[in-house]
């Protein structure tokens, strides 16, 4: 009996769980669906980076001598949806069992699991702790730090490991890599891909279909195949790995990537594997080419936080995204969707979120999570905006990374306080503050910056969650020590910059 074997955008790896388990007369299924594609206003890179990398991976399937059916999105049969696909398919085929590797979404598993078809979902084994090592890791645990996390996972996979012990004689080199932007910087960009054949056709499609998405489509340079990728990775860990470390925190106007890798929406897709990045990262390590701090950080990001992340996605449940303990519920400002700002780390953060798809983890979590963390905003309108404008955006990482890490809606499962800063600290690490229309050293009155004035508001209005946590206790010393008249302008502007922007202002 035909099975049908689905496949979806983000599970483009040959070694996929479904994709061993199918049988030379199983069909594949893979399907552009306008479901997946606009449920969020997804950014037009990144629709045709996934779609451009289907049909690859369709290809190679193809020439492998696997049985495939593609489903383009201008398929004028095309039902919209993965489960009308499947239905479409299993017609088609005479199929009644479906094999899938297991979504990393719970509303698409319970679309699966809801299908009139016996469906076997497979564990997504491309991970390096799967979710029951995961639960197993987090049962009876008071508190689920990621550090705790992260020296197991080390231990476990030996990265970075001499004789069991942690190389250099330290788990963590996270105090050498907060270094500020250098005064001159000349950074080895990511690899770039001219658009081939397959691609173009694909840049023609979402331009006509998605031509309102938040998102500039062209210029578009990232890497559709596996070959690429692995291209794209070679490039990073020659050129860029040495000097990552250092920089990992800073930004500059003009320098979108600096010395980051870009890497990860090709581990989101399957086209790179977590461990194949990871050695790669190390080898460059033991070969004397690059710092330990580098390549510690760096292997941090992938086998600390990407996988705890998609472990507290999985064992919090489906409500994870609606979680709100902060009771915020202000409305996303239009200028997270390029409307004019007054605040330059805002209009840059953005602009360059629309032009590439992209912004590195501080300008995520310290400007676009931190501004709306201290000013209110309801935390399930900050996470569907993550979701639709950045190309590695899937929700098992998106959403513990915004729901917890950085707008503290779960009420500190990832984070022990809420990361929130003044302007200080984007003034630091950044040269965003010069020039911009705000003074980042003014905190009260004429020209003060936003940030300073919402930090304390922030502080303030959550004082009863807050004042006893001891990694908060200098923020509220410091602001008892105003004298009540300055306390009491710092909050009255805060209101009424609140107001202004509410009112749909410029801010």
Known sequence: MTRLVLILGDQL????????AAGPDDVILMAEVADEAAYVPHHPKKIAFLFA????????????????????LDDPHNTGSIPGE????????????????????????????DLPLTVRLLPDDRFLCSQSEFARWAEGRKELRMEWFYREMRRKTGLLMDEGAPAGGRWNYDADNRKPPPGEADPAAPMHFTPDEVVDEVLNLVEARFADNFGTLRPFWFATDRGQARRALAHFVATALPRFGDYQDAMLRGQPFLWHSVLSLYMNAGLLGPMEVCRA???????????LNAAEGYIRQILGWREYMRGIYFIEGPDYTSRNVLGHGRALPPMYWGAETDMRCI?????QTRDEAYAHHIQRLMITGNFALIAGIDPADVHQWYLAVYADAYEWVEAPNVIGMSQYADGGIVGSKPYVSSGNYIARMSNYCSGCAY???????QGACPFNLLYWHFLDRHRERFQGNPRMANMYRTWDRMDEERRATVLAEAET??????????V
Do not use: C, S
């Not at 790896?13 to 061993?20: I, Q």
């Not at 289907?54 to 049985?67: N, P, S, V, Y």
């Not at 209009?347 to 602009?351: I, K, L, M, Q």
């Not at 910059?497 to 410029?506: E, S």
């Open 439 to 445: 003074d980042v050293k003014t905190k009260t009155g």
């Open 13 to 20: 790896t040959e070694g996929a769980a479904a994709l061993r």
């Open 53 to 72: 990398a289907m049909r690859k991976f369709a290809a190679a399937l193809r020439e492998a001598g696997r049985r495939v059916d593609y489903v383009a």
């Open 497 to 506: 910059f609140l107001n202004r922007m509410a009112q749909g202002a410029r």
């Open 86 to 113: 499947i239905l479409r398919a299993a017609d088609r085929h005479g199929a009644t069992e479906v094999l899938a590797t297991e979504p990393g979404e719970w509303q698409l598993i319970g679309l699966l699991n």
């Open 347 to 351: 209009a840059e953060t953005v602009a």
């Open 281 to 291: 990262v190390e080898d460059a390590w033991r070969a004397g080419d690059v710092p």
